[in-house]
């Protein structure tokens, strides 16, 4: 971004990566067992319309596995947000082990998480909120 990106009359903008606030926002999530991870839950929370925001994995290698999550997310309009590493995703989703030094190590790599319920609305909520909605299909 450059310097007349930053100029901006709404505070929530104030240089604010859209990953960067998914990822406290999923900190927060979990936080409360409000993520749900794995295929076969990921789809039962989109069917059942309890996933209020899916996570999807840009690398995920199974095309099928992709058009599923896309089309429950169309089909019950569940806003989807794409991620482009799914070891990226792991590790945001708490699928790894930590070190003494809180360095990620031996991070499962996740293809699509949901949130179901979200934490404290926070400044990083409400500007990922605002980005879904500006990002529409």
């Known amino acids: 971004m450059s310097e007349g990106d930053v100029v901006s009359t709404n505070p929530l903008e104030k240089n604010t990566d859209p990953m960067v606030a998914l990822q406290k ?6 936080a409360i067992s409000g993520v749900v991870k794995g295929l076969h839950e990921v789809v039962k929370s ?5 996933a209020r925001l899916c996570v999807l ?3 995920c290698d199974e095309p099928n596995y992709v ?24 590790e945001w989703a ?9 360095t990620a190590r031996k991070v499962v790599a996740a293809s699509s998480i949901a949130i179901r319920t979200f934490g404290k609305e926070s400044e990083d909520y409400k ?7 500006k990002n529409k299909n």
């Open 25 to 30: 926002v999923i900190k927060e999530s979990l």
């Open 46 to 50: 989109l069917d059942k319309r309890t």
């Open 57 to 59: 994995a840009e690398n």
């Open 67 to 90: 058009r599923l999550i896309k089309a429950l997310c169309t089909e019950h309009n569940i806003p989807l947000i794409v991620v482009p590493n799914n070891k990226l995703l792991g």
């Open 94 to 102: 708490g699928l790894c082990k930590l070190d003494k030094d809180a």
């Open 127 to 133: 500007f990922l909120m605002e980005y879904v909605e």
